[in-house]
C-alpha cells in the first residue's frame, strides 16, 4: 500500500508542470441583444500547446429557432465588448456542430492545420496571423489571454449570433496545489494502514 501511494504522490507532482503548457478557457453563453434572442449554454476551450491541439466544448440549450453556425471570434478592441473582431475559426462554422436548438459538441482540432482557422484570420494583417499559421496561432493565443475572443452560436432567427460569451482563462492550480495533495492522500494512506 505504501508503494501504491508513493507512486500515486509521485504522478500527482510530476502532473503539476505537464499543466503549465495547457491552457483552458470557459465561458457561460448568454443571450445576445435581439427581439427573439434567447438560450443559454457553457463552452470550454481546451488548447494544448505542446501538442498543437484545441478541445471545443460546449453544450447550449433554449434557442429560438435551429443553430445555423457556431465559431470563435477574435480579437476585439477591448476585452468584453463586441466590436472589431472577425471569426478566427473554421467558417462558416465548427465542423458537425449540432443544428438543433439544444445541442452538445466535444471535437479536437489540430493548431498546425489551416482548416481550423478561418482564412481570413490567417491573413488578417491587424489582429490575424499576417499571412501565416504559426502568426495566426500566436495572435489567437493572445486575443484568448486578454480576453478579446468570444464564442458565437448564430440562429436562423437571430443571424448575427443568439447566445455568446467570451473566453476567459480559467485557474489552473499550483505545482504546489498537487504536493499538498499528495501529502493529503500519504497522510490518509497512513490512517488507515495504522487502523488495518
Known amino acids: 500500500m505504501r508503494t501504491s501511494l508513493s507512486l500515486l504522490a509521485g504522478a500527482l507532482l510530476a502532473a503539476g508542470p ?19 434572442a434567447s438560450g443559454s449554454g457553457s463552452a470550454t476551450i481546451t488548447i494544448d500547446w505542446d501538442d498543437a491541439t484545441m478541445r471545443v466544448q460546449a453544450d447550449f440549450a433554449g ?5 445555423t453556425a457556431a465559431h470563435i471570434h477574435c480579437c476585439t478592441t477591448n ?14 462554422t465548427f465542423p458537425g456542430f449540432p443544428t438543433g436548438t439544444s445541442g452538445s459538441y466535444d471535437v479536437t482540432f489540430s493548431l498546425d492545420n489551416a482548416a481550423t482557422f478561418n482564412s481570413a484570420f490567417i491573413s488578417n494583417t491587424v489582429f490575424g496571423g499576417n499571412g501565416s499559421l504559426p502568426g495566426a496561432v500566436t495572435a489567437f493565443g493572445i486575443g484568448l489571454n486578454a480576453g478579446k475572443a468570444y464564442l458565437n452560436i448564430h440562429t436562423a432567427n437571430v443571424p448575427s449570433g443568439e447566445i455568446q460569451g467570451f473566453l476567459a482563462l480559467a485557474p489552473v492550480p499550483e505545482p504546489a496545489t498537487y504536493g499538498l495533495m499528495a501529502l493529503g492522500l500519504l497522510g490518509v494512506g497512513a490512517a488507515v494502514r495504522r487502523r488495518a
Do not use: E, K, N, R
Request: hydrophobic share 35%; aromatic share 6%.
Open 63 to 67: 434557442l429560438s429557432s435551429p443553430a
Open 18 to 36: 505537464a499543466l503549465a503548457h495547457t491552457d483552458i478557457y470557459t465561458t457561460t453563453l448568454h443571450p445576445t441583444s435581439g427581439t427573439f
Open 79 to 92: 476585452p468584453g465588448i463586441v466590436s472589431g473582431a472577425i471569426v478566427a475559426t473554421t467558417t462558416p
